[in-house]
């Protein structure tokens, strides 16, 4: 086989990027190692910045998400016995939508269904050669256990955090910066209407809660738990009673209403950025180059932004012969991915319970401040809704 662009991966980053390079006639192969019926199903994050959802519309991908999706104009943060609103409009001009990452990535498979994509769903064994050279190619295993050999004038890796392209860029040239989160989320999904019609984040002694959603009947919630924590040890009650305690149950009247839980999950926490993120004719967009922990919903913003640079990129490099935005991507895409790993960081760090009481102190002053200093919500709600897709 061959093709303009191996892609490797077919999650937002992959899908995205076929779609966006179709558009400027460039053609791609998207190589995944799931079977599509599993990635269409895999439960994520749910939130989309101002810029994301422009994107999605500007290339014909906005259309279920705007019928579907609620805009939201701003977050509550709470602790206990108080709970306030940042409204992101008023305070810098953005809002966001909820639209689960589940949805975007079925609209995307839809629009490439369209377009006459090729994918090879459910291979193994797949291998990245030669990406240094101009004649790079991807060996796999077919869904029929057959060899494939995959040749391209580019690779872009977007494997998630565990696929094989970050590997292929040799050590010597890369550099790995990360950290561990001492405390994981446990995550529901729930047949319940939310309780709340924007989403809680809430500071609390026994640990942070989040209360997001899926839609009008579907609710999602987290818990911060420990690491390594057995699921097992959470029955649905002992979840609802934790969420209600976190969440300010009875707190100037405002109810959790709990439901079927359909979904559990534990999460872990963790930031890591791999630089660079091109290396000769491989390029490395979302997970595969970052992680961020799930604290402000950057994840699946931050692998659009990156397909958003990518895309011209490699247009100009293959139909203009112009090596320049290809040659910039990995320093114009880690900006960004620096700054929303600073905020992920001190969300999370601003709501997440430790064993230290001096933490929890700053944790509350920071919570203050950030609710009562115009300047300070605007910085949360810059970071939050409204980065723009370069900085
Ligand atoms: N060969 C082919 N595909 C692979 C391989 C491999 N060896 N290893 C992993 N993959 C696939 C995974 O199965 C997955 O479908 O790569 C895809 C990566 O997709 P995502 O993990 O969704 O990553 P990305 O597209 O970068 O999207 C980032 O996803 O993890 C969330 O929080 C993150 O919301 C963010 C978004
Ligand atoms: C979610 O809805 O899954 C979600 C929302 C906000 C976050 C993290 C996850 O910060």
């Known amino acids: 086989m061959r093709t303009e662009v191996a892609i490797i991966g077919a999650g937002p980053a992959g899908l995205l990027l076929s779609h966006l390079l179709a558009a400027d006639g460039i ?6 190692v799931r079977t599509r019926e599993y990635v269409e199903a895999r439960i994520r994050a749910g939130i989309l910045e101002t810029s994301t959802v422009d994107l999605l519309d500007s290339v014909g991908l906005g259309e279920r998400l705007r019928r579907e999706g609620f805009e939201h104009r701003g977050i509550y943060l709470q602790w206990p016995e108080e709970r306030h609103h940042l409204d992101f409009v008023d305070l810098v001009g953005r809002s966001v939508w909820v639209y689960g990452q589940t949805e975007v990535t079925k609209d995307l498979g839809k629009a490439r269904d369209a377009d006459g994509q090729q994918f090879c769903y459910a291979i193994t064994d797949t ?3 030669d990406v240094a050279t101009d004649r790079p190619h991807v ?8 060899a494939q050999r995959l040749d391209a004038d580019v690779i872009v890796g977007c494997d998630g955090s565990f696929g094989p392209s970050r590997a292929a860029i040799p050590e010597r040239t890369r550099q790995t910066w990360g950290r561990e989160y001492p405390y994981s989320w446990l995550g529901i999904l ?12 809430a500071w609390h002694p026994d640990g942070f809660a989040l209360h997001s ?6 609710s999602r919630l987290y818990l911060q738990v420990e690491p390594g924590t057995d699921i097992a040890q959470w029955s649905d009650d002992r979840i609802w009673d934790a969420l209600a305690v976190r969440l300010g149950h009875g707190q100037d009247g405002w109810q959790l209403t709990p439901g079927p839980i359909t979904d559990k999950s534990v999460l872990p926490m963790r930031s890591v950025v791999a630089e660079p993120m091109r290396h000769g004719r491989l390029f490395l967009a979302g997970d595969a180059a970052h992680i961020v922990p799930p604290t402000g919903a950057k994840g699946l913003n ?14 100009a490099l293959l139909r203009k012969n112009d090596p320049g935005p290809a040659d910039a991507y990995s320093d114009t895409a880690l900006r960004r991915v620096w700054r929303c790993t600073h905020f992920s960081w001190w969300m999370t760090t601003m709501l997440h319970v430790g064993p230290d009481p001096f933490d929890a102190q700053l944790q509350q002053s920071q919570l203050r401040w950030v609710t009562t200093s115009e300047a300070a919500a605007a910085g949360l709600a810059e970071n939050y809704a409204g980065l723009p897709l370069e900085l």
């Open 27 to 32: 053609d791609s192969v998207v190589l995944e």
């Open 127 to 129: 291998e990245l050669h």
């Open 139 to 146: 060996t796999f295993v077919d869904s029929d256990g057959a």
């Open 190 to 201: 729930a047949d319940v209407a939310p309780s709340t019609d924007e989403l809680i984040y």
């Open 213 to 218: 959603m899926r839609s009008a009947s579907v």
């Open 302 to 315: 931050l692998a659009v932004a990156d397909v958003a640079v990518l895309a011209p990129a490699l247009q």
